[in-house]
């Protein structure tokens, strides 16, 4: 009998082909998210909430040695979490009650004194001692899929991805390994800015998190789990996070609303002692460098010598707009739904104002039409169809456009192309070009925490976009292709490598 030390997330379903990839995450992911919005009860159908489990203790080996025993034994998917024992007992409830919904019940019997008295507001068993019967207090229910055929599932993308998730009971599951492994990421939303539906609530990003561990897994051998919470409340997200930091190799936030984001990340990043990385900002903007790059290659354009357009002034645009300032761009000017953003405008909150500072050097007003007129370059990060064929004609000869709105980008590659766009870029696996954070977050964190890298820098994202972007081979850079495969399986591998060989102290 194999002795096992540790655990490891594995993908359900092998993501090795853009097809796969668009059903296991975007542009398919959206669909199962919808579902979960308009009945709550379906995170037990399109997740793997209906097997997943939290162990919590005042001891990391404890709660992991628990939770092996749940999968070998019964088939459970359980992840250890461990709080200071110096938590109070109000704080515990708070918590436990804001990230109830990653899971089907709760194992407390680890610290069965502490809790004894505590009665949690959650609609999910939770043991707080022996009982005969661990299976059915539990109720958890294994729905492990080893094979399944997606050439069997029928409809458009959304439809598919729905099958497959309702037919795999989600996209990630645990595995239980003779080594010892490193505490996994937790994947934290709360559902504030889902793909392009907006606050759909934590519940609802569910299938979007999962997506994301599954890649973790596939693409760099790192293991993370769902982590969100109910809770909207900025101070209450960083409390609940700090509270279980132990628990933890780093923190990776996702689908979190502009400005809210921005003070989580950065109080967690000062506060806490593993790495924090805000996926929607800093992988975004990692790969919207690496394909600009590129594309100026082709372009035979320096980017401080161009004009850059940018739709959108949330936590996307907000850390494009930094990560190009500091790769050398000069002319930046960004939009949002109050149109263009300028020094002292009325709409600017401190984020925004600070942004104000360092673009629109022309002090450009208007409307998107008006700015983007002469530009070389437009990249969106807003919504659908915001982009017109005449708008893209009024551009520089030659535009670049990066349409990155999901599902739906700002404009159609085939409408951009009719407009005589150079070079067109979406978010999505099923156009050209696709730019996906998936080529940046796995192997960043990787590198992260084998280098036992507590901070992300600019130098190392920069340093990742480079890696990214020199993955393209010059003899092989067309407007088709810009981008290296998403599934690139060299692409985490060498970025893990670069950070840690120019980041790692000692």
């Given amino acids: 009998m194999p002795q096992f030390k540790g655990f490891k997330v594995v993908p359900k379903i092998a993501i ?246 921005f003070e989580i990340e950065n109080t967690l990043a000062e506060k806490l002692n593993i790495p924090v990385f805000h996926d929607d900002q800093h992988g975004t903007a990692i790969i919207v460098l690496a394909g600009l790059l590129n594309a100026l290659v082709l372009e035979d354009k320096d980017i401080s010598k161009i004009k850059i357009v940018i739709a959108g002034a949330g936590a996307a645009g907000n850390a494009v707009a930094k990560l190009l300032l500091f790769a050398g761009a000069k002319n930046i000017v960004m939009d949002d739904i109050n149109g263009p953003i300028y020094k002292g405008r009325k709409q600017n909150d401190k984020y925004l104002e600070e942004l104000a500072q360092s673009t629109n050097p022309n002090d450009e007003k208007g409307e998107l039409k008006d700015i983007i007129k002469n530009a070389d370059v437009f990249i969106g990060l807003s919504k659908g169809g915001l982009l017109t064929e005449e708008m893209i004609q009024s551009m520089e000869y030659r535009p670049i456009v990066f349409a990155l709105a999901n599902p739906i980008p700002e404009i159609m590659p085939d409408a951009a192309k009719h407009a005589g766009v150079y070079i067109i870029s979406t978010g999505r696996s099923d156009f050209e070009n696709q730019i996906n954070n998936s080529l940046a977050f796995p192997g960043l964190f990787k590198g992260l925490i084998e280098g036992d890298i507590k901070k992300i820098t600019n130098e190392i994202k920069l340093e990742c976009a480079l890696m990214i972007a020199s993955m393209v081979h010059k003899d092989e850079l067309t407007p088709e292709n810009i981008m290296p495969d998403p599934l690139n399986r060299m692409v985490p591998l060498k970025i893990a490598n670069t950070i840690v060989n120019k980041f790692k102290k000692g």
């Fill in 16 to 261: 090795n082909d853009k097809d796969t990839l668009s059903l296991v995450y975007t542009p398919g992911v959206g669909a199962s998210c919808l579902k979960i919005k308009e009945n709550p009860e379906a995170a037990m159908v399109y997740t793997n909430r209906i097997n997943s489990i939290a162990v919590i203790s005042f001891d990391y080996e404890k709660s992991l040695n628990r939770a092996i025993f749940l999968k070998s034994v019964l088939l459970i998917d359980a992840y250890p979490l461990v709080i200071n024992k110096n938590t109070s007992k109000e704080d515990f409830k708070f918590a436990v009650e804001n990230i109830e919904i990653n899971f089907c019940a709760i194992d407390l019997s680890l610290i069965e004194d502490f809790v004894e008295d505590i009665s949690f507001d959650v609609d999910i068993p939770v043991l707080k001692s022996k009982v005969e019967n661990l299976k059915d207090f539990f109720g958890a229910i294994s729905r492990n899929v080893f094979m399944i055929d997606t050439t069997k599932l029928k409809g458009d993308v959304s439809e598919r991805s729905l099958q497959l998730h309702e037919l795999a009971g989600g996209v990630v599951e645990t595995e239980l390994t003779e080594e010892k492994r490193k505490k996994p990421v937790a994947i934290v939303s709360d559902g504030t800015a889902v793909l392009g539906y907006g606050n759909i609530g934590a519940l609802a990003s569910l299938p979007v998190m999962e997506g994301k561990a599954a890649l973790y897994a596939e693409l760099a051998d790192v293991d993370s789990f769902c982590f969100c919470v109910k809770t909207q409340k900025t101070e209450e997200i960083i409390k609940i996070i700090q509270m279980f930091e132990g628990s933890f190799s780093g923190i990776h936030l996702e689908d979190i609303a502009a400005p809210d984001c």
